[in-house]
T-cell receptor, first 115, second 112 residues
Framework: GAVVSQHPSRVICKSGTSVKIECRSLDFQATTMFWYRQFPKQSLMLMATSNEGSKATYEQGVEKDKFLINHASLTLSTLTVTSAHPEDSSFYIC???????????FGDGTRLSIL | AQSVTQLDSQVPVFEEAPVELRCNYS??????LFWYVQYPNQGLQLLLK??????LVESINGFEAEFNKSQTSFHLRKPSVHISDTAEYFC??????????FGAGTTVTVRA
């Protein structure tokens, strides 16, 4: 149980395009989903916390207009990287949890490469 | 606020040898502690966790970690590693709201 599916696993696109990444909890309802960014050989940096039906809470230094997060249902959150540039290339990982008393379960990540 | 320090960035080890990955944390409140494993190009998998109770926690694949409150540590150990244990290992701490703070990670490379 507690499976989180992230799609796509890899995406390559041209500079200036927008990219949408989906995060789904397959067998549980997630009141909260988290979006992380991971640079090569580094740890995970929390970008934002997303609660179902409300606006996401962004960490300091993360541009909310650049990284649009939507959490419209208890099983789906999306991260849209708008007008992506090469510096946005990274590994993006989502996680989901049932409620504040339960641990996070992670997706397999999305490798984003902007040319 | 919490923070995590993983003292070893890289740990090379021979197959069937023991391994220990060190993790220290700092926090002003009671915490939960976790070890996650990440294989190349994949997300994180929960290896084991300490929430309360016994300070020694074990995973199903032979890893164990001991919570030491006085030393604020949560070191991960395995008495005999396999090639398949080659991965990145992250120690994480959270408050009771389960918002995670990760250490920088330790790369374990198991050689035959």
């Amino acid at each position: 149980g507690a499976v989180v599916s992230q799609h796509p696993s890899r995406v390559i696109c041209k500079s200036g395009t927008s990219v949408k990444i989906e995060c789904r909890s397959l067998d549980f309802q997630a009141t909260t989903m988290f979006w992380y960014r991971q640079f090569p050989k580094q740890s995970l940096m929390l970008m934002a916390t997303s609660n179902e039906g409300s606006k996401a809470t962004y960490e300091q230094g993360v541009e909310k207009d650049k990284f649009l997060i939507n959490h419209a249902s208890l099983t789906l959150s999306t991260l849209t990287v708008t007008s992506a540039h090469p510096e946005d290339s990274s590994f993006y990982i989502c996680s989901a949890r049932v409620d504040r008393y339960q641990p996070q379960h992670f997706g397999d990540g999305t490798r984003l490469s902007i040319l | 606020a919490q923070s995590v320090t993983q003292l070893d960035s890289q740990v090379p080890v021979f197959e069937e040898a023991p391994v220990e990955l060190r993790c220290n944390y700092s926090s002003s409140v009671s915490v939960y502690l976790f070890w996650y494993v990440q294989y190349p190009n994949q997300g994180l998998q929960l290896l084991l966790k300490y929430l309360s109770g016994s300070t020694l926690v074990e995973s199903i694949n032979g890893f164990e970690a001991e919570f030491n409150k006085s030393q604020t540590s949560f070191h991960l150990r395995k008495p005999s590693v396999h090639i398949s244990d080659t991965a990145e290992y992250f120690c994480a701490v959270s408050d009771r709201d389960y918002k995670l703070s990760f250490g920088a990670g330790t790369t374990v490379t198991v050689r035959a």
